[in-house]
């Protein structure tokens, strides 16, 4: 059984910087992207940011693009994601999440953890 245990989050002003880690069990994730979403109060949950575990490709969205980093330790299984120069638009809980090879969709998701950006 897959499980994602997110960590990290917080509460952090207008332009500091937090590092959230996703640590995945329960199977083999080589073949796999892990990425990271967040979801607003009242807004749709958004990606955010994904990554392989093989290789080396990585995508985010315009929104963080160039203030976010997703990164990997395969051999902690963990992924981590650096934000960097925070806006309160940022505040969200924050989600990751596996999408197996040859699948559209994420299959398994974590818990979550609250990031809150204060202005």
């Known amino acids: 059984q897959v499980q994602l245990v997110e960590s990290g989050g917080g509460l952090v002003q207008a332009g500091g910087s937090l590092r959230l880690s996703c640590a995945a069990s329960?199977?083999?994730?080589?073949?796999?992207?892990m990425g990271w979403f967040r979801q607003a109060p009242g807004k749709e949950r958004e990606f955010v940011a994904a990554?392989?575990?093989?290789?080396?490709?990585?995508s985010y969205a315009d929104s963080v693009k160039g203030r976010a980093t997703i990164s990997k330790d395969t051999a902690k299984n963990t992924v981590y994601l650096q934000m960097n120069s925070l806006k309160p638009e940022d505040t969200a809980v924050y989600y990751c999440?596996?999408?197996?090879?040859?699948?559209?969709?994420?299959?398994?998701w974590g818990q979550g953890t609250q990031v809150t950006v204060s202005s």
């Open positions: 990554i392989r575990w093989s290789g080396s490709s990585t």
């Open positions: 999440a596996v999408r197996r090879p040859g699948r559209n969709v994420y299959d398994d």
């Open positions: 329960g199977r083999s994730f080589s073949s796999d992207a």
